[in-house]
């Protein structure tokens, strides 16, 4: 069937900075996973034993960054994933969002055979088989008809000693078998040696494995829609016949999309599990509880999954403690003990790591509080602790521990429940306290000192009639990227509200934070954590968990205590769409700006250039008339500054 040719109209929305009317945002509760394993969108995961102990790591590839590597510091028969060394660092996303291991070579280590933006490509391990370092060989796969972001794996099909190509389009859902036509250290491939496998409709994610143990390799196949496709080898290895056999992966993948599987024994019972990663970011994971030839899935969420839940009353705050350039986890808890989740995944995709040991004088009364933030300016993260008794506590950070300040906020008792947050709110240098209280009011604490020596005063009625009822809890961002501080609130009842920054005073806006609530006592953080450009909504609760919400608009500088970084940012929503999205981008500073559209194969499909464009938050509608589905590319560039974006359009 021929494909139509997409249109895309785009339509300037705004040329001056943009007011927030409602943000779309986007429930992921996932993120916060403790596995240690980060959840990263387009999630792809590999296994290799990638430093030679005996027990298989994990690649994951994603949309987001260069490959996470996870390594295996358990054993063959028990697994423990945690984050490895930044051997993928070098590696660009745009090559690599999916990557798997074989010794193309032949010369005893493991090279990384990729796939990207950029389509397929060669990494040489030049290092060891325990020690990999990895260097591009560009164009191995030169001539190859794969398009961008193809889905690669290797394996002897044919039993002729030398490796085979199997590759997954992402355009039109093909995959591609192609023989190997020179020798076990010199691989060629070539279109004119290639056969097509099946068709799974869009965006295929195959690997091999020979499941049913006859000798031969079999071929599993994840794609857009849910589900997987199997392709059971019922030939032999000089004369493969591959036969869609769909009933062994029956209900699995069901509810996720864009599903990217492996198959590799992790449990070291000799029969293949099932890991994998979706559009969403999370690992699925499934034990083979079955026989060789006839699998039995089983879920299995300890490897990979699991709740962070603090025991009640969570109440979350985030600060990059360890200065490593991402946001770490702090949290209040029932019982009064300050929890400390160490983020050891990356600045868009978090993983925490409880080791909360440091903070343990920080208990005071039951249901805690805590804000973090450098009050005395020795670059040393301090914290202001609040309980249930409405009193205020300045921990002060030595490096080796805490000192309670006792004096420092003596005077200030806000009548129970106290929940602190730190914020720059009259923009003098120093941080003050914002602080929600049991009588659902919000305190302002001013720091009347200096930013190396604080002197905080309360000062009354500050934000007016505001009144949330019971339980008040703030966090505080500019939402609206007007220059001031904007505020959102949690309750008792577990209402989240929003109080636009009017400039003498503060007016509640009930559509930016419309429908989102939580059972009982909601809590609010604000932070990038997934290192857009804008601020995320986290919510404690009750229960002891958190509930993330991604927002997919850029809003705000950085939250409450840390700054933005980002000098051009660019989003789209919704994505994937069917007719229309908006693009939205955000400036630092007056520049001219450049947009391109390609589609998979490259092809320009529009090309724009606006100049002396101003700072702060614009957007573009994009208006979609017939057209074939598929990923479009749009690059953005401002600038030395470029950002590009993958949108996908539907059917």
């Given at each position: 069937?021929?494909?139509?040719?997409?249109?895309?109209?785009?339509?300037?929305?705004?040329?001056l900075?943009?007011?927030?009317?409602?943000?779309p945002w986007e429930?992921?509760?996932?993120?916060f996973n403790?596995?240690?394993?980060?959840?990263?969108?387009f999630?792809?995961?590999r296994?290799?034993?990638?430093d030679?102990?005996?027990?298989?790591?994990?690649?994951?590839?994603?949309?987001?960054?260069?490959?996470?590597?996870?390594e295996?510091?358990?054993?063959?028969?028990?697994?423990?994933?945690?984050?490895?060394?930044?051997?993928?660092?070098?590696?660009?996303?745009?090559?690599?969002?999916?990557?798997?291991?074989?010794?193309?070579?032949?010369?005893?280590?493991?090279?990384?055979?990729?796939?990207?933006?950029?389509?397929?490509?060669?990494?040489?391990?030049?290092?060891?088989?325990?020690?990999?370092?990895?260097?591009?060989?560009?164009?191995?796969?030169?001539?190859?008809?794969?398009?961008?972001?193809?889905?690669?794996?290797?394996?002897?099909?044919?039993?002729?000693?030398?490796?085979?190509?199997l590759?997954?389009?992402?355009?039109?859902?093909?995959?591609?078998?192609?023989?190997?036509?020179?020798?076990?250290s010199?691989?060629q491939f070539?279109?004119?040696?290639v056969?097509?496998?099946?068709?799974?409709?869009?965006?295929?994610?195959?690997?091999?494995?020979?499941?049913?143990?006859?000798?031969?390799?079999?071929i599993?196949?994840?794609r857009?829609?849910?589900?997987?496709i199997?392709y059971?080898?019922?030939?032999?290895?000089?004369?493969?016949?591959?036969?869609?056999?769909?009933?062994?992966?029956e209900?699995?993948?069901?509810?996720?999309?864009?599903?990217?599987?492996?198959?590799?024994?992790?449990?070291g019972?000799?029969?293949?599990?099932?890991?994998?990663?979706?559009?969403a970011?999370?690992?699925?994971y499934?034990?083979?509880?079955g026989?060789?030839?006839?699998?039995?899935?089983?879920?299995?969420?300890?490897?990979f999954?699991?709740?962070i839940?603090?025991?009640g009353?969570?109440n979350?705050?985030?600060?990059?403690?360890?200065?490593?350039?991402?946001?770490?986890?702090?949290?209040?808890?029932?019982?009064?003990?300050?929890?400390?989740?160490?983020?050891?995944?990356?600045a868009?995709?978090?993983?925490?790591?409880?080791?909360?040991g440091?903070?343990?004088?920080?208990?005071?009364?039951?249901?805690g509080?805590?804000?973090?933030?450098?009050?005395?300016?020795?670059?040393?993260?301090?914290?202001?602790?609040?309980?249930?008794?409405?009193?205020?506590?300045?921990?002060?950070?030595?490096?080796?521990?805490?000192?309670?300040?006792?004096?420092?906020?003596a005077?200030?008792?806000?009548g129970?429940?106290?929940?602190?947050?730190?914020?720059?709110?009259?923009?003098?240098?120093?941080?003050?306290?914002?602080?929600?209280?049991?009588?659902?009011?919000?305190?302002?604490?001013?720091?009347q000192?200096?930013?190396t020596?604080?002197?905080?005063?309360?000062?009354?009625?500050?934000?007016?009639?505001?009144?949330?009822?019971?339980?008040?809890?703030?966090?505080?961002?500019?939402?609206?990227?007007?220059?001031?501080?904007?505020?959102?609130?949690?309750?008792?009842?577990?209402?989240?509200?929003?109080?636009?920054?009017?400039?003498?005073?503060?007016?509640e806006?009930p559509?930016?934070?419309?429908?989102?609530?939580?059972?009982?006592?909601?809590?609010?953080?604000?932070?990038?954590?997934?290192?857009?450009?804008?601020?995320?909504?986290?919510?404690?609760?009750?229960?002891?968990?958190?509930?993330?919400?991604?927002?997919?608009?850029?809003?705000?500088?950085?939250g409450?205590?840390?700054?933005?970084?980002?000098k051009?940012c660019?989003?789209?929503?919704?994505?994937?769409?069917?007719?229309?999205?908006?693009?939205h981008?955000?400036?630092?500073?007056?520049?001219?700006?450049?947009?391109?559209?390609?589609?998979?194969?490259?092809?320009?499909?529009?090309?724009?250039?606006?100049?002396?464009?101003?700072?702060?938050?614009?957007?573009?509608?994009?208006?979609?008339?017939?057209?074939?589905p598929?990923?479009?590319?749009?690059?953005?560039?401002a600038?030395?500054?470029?950002?590009?974006?993958?949108?996908?359009?539907?059917r």
């Open positions: 069937m021929m494909k139509q040719i997409l249109t895309i109209l785009i339509i300037l929305v705004q040329i900075p943009a007011r927030v009317i409602a943000q429930q992921n509760n996932a993120i403790p596995s240690g394993i980060p959840s990263l969108p999630s792809q995961p296994f290799a034993d990638l030679d102990d005996g027990d298989l790591d994990m690649i994951i590839g994603s949309t987001d960054d260069s490959p996470f590597y996870a295996n510091t358990g054993t063959n028969t028990n697994p423990v994933f945690m984050p490895g060394a930044g051997i993928f660092s070098d590696i660009s996303y745009l090559d690599a969002e999916i990557g798997i291991c074989y010794d193309i070579d032949n010369d005893g280590d493991l090279d990384f055979i990729t796939g990207g933006f950029t389509g397929l490509s060669l990494y040489e391990n030049t290092g060891t088989a325990n020690l990999p370092d990895f260097e591009k060989i560009n164009g191995f796969f030169n001539g190859l008809q794969v398009g961008m972001s193809p889905v690669p794996d290797l394996a002897d099909v044919d039993n002729d000693g030398d490796p085979d190509l590759v997954g389009l992402s355009e039109s859902g093909l995959i591609k078998l192609y023989t190997n036509t020179g020798t076990t010199s691989a070539s279109e004119s040696f056969v097509t496998i099946g068709d799974v409709g869009l965006y295929a994610y195959p690997i091999f494995y020979d499941l049913d143990s006859d000798g031969d390799q079999d599993l196949a994840g857009d829609e849910h589900g997987f199997y059971q080898n019922t030939g032999n290895p000089s004369n493969p016949v591959w036969e869609p056999n769909n009933a062994l992966f209900g699995i993948g069901i509810q996720t999309y864009w599903n990217s599987p492996d198959l590799a024994d992790l449990n019972d000799a029969k293949p599990d099932l890991v994998y990663g979706s559009a970011g999370p690992l699925n499934y034990i083979n509880t026989s060789l030839s006839v699998p039995v899935w089983q879920m299995n969420t300890t490897l999954g699991g709740v839940d603090v025991g009353a969570s979350p705050c985030f600060f990059d403690f360890d200065y490593d350039g991402d946001l770490d986890l702090f949290s209040g808890s029932q019982l009064g003990n300050i929890k400390y989740y160490e983020n050891t995944g990356t868009s995709g978090p993983a925490w790591v409880e080791n909360s440091y903070f343990t004088s920080l208990k005071h009364s039951i249901y509080a805590v804000a973090i933030g450098d009050v005395n300016g020795d670059n040393l993260p301090d914290a202001i602790v609040g309980d249930l008794s409405g009193k205020l506590y300045y921990h002060r950070n030595t490096g080796s521990g805490f000192i309670f300040e006792s004096a420092a906020l005077t200030i008792a806000l129970g429940w106290s929940s602190p947050r730190l914020f720059d709110l009259d923009q003098d240098g120093d941080l003050d306290i914002i602080a929600g209280n049991e009588a659902g009011k919000l305190n302002y604490i001013k720091n000192g200096s930013a020596n604080p002197v905080w005063m309360i000062i009354p009625n500050f934000f007016g009639s505001i009144d949330v009822g019971s339980n008040c809890v703030p966090a505080i961002a500019d939402l609206d990227m007007d220059g001031d501080a904007d505020i959102v609130t949690g309750n008792l009842s577990g209402d989240v509200q929003f109080f636009e920054n009017m400039g003498t005073t503060w007016v806006n559509a930016p934070v419309a429908g989102l609530s939580v059972d009982q006592n909601a809590t609010p953080a604000l932070a990038d954590l997934d290192a857009d450009g804008d601020d995320d909504l986290t919510l404690g609760q009750y229960t002891g968990t958190f509930d993330y919400y991604k927002n997919n608009a850029i809003i705000s500088a950085s409450e205590t840390h700054q933005n970084p980002f051009l660019l989003s789209a929503f919704p994505n994937p769409f069917l007719q229309s999205t908006t693009l981008f955000y400036v630092a500073s007056a520049t001219d700006i450049s947009l391109q559209v390609t589609d998979i194969r490259g092809r320009l499909i529009i090309s724009e250039k606006w100049q002396n464009i101003i700072p702060g938050n614009h957007a573009w509608r994009m208006d979609i008339g017939t057209h074939p598929g990923v479009y590319i749009i690059r953005l560039v600038g030395n500054d470029q950002e590009t974006l993958k949108a996908i359009v539907g």
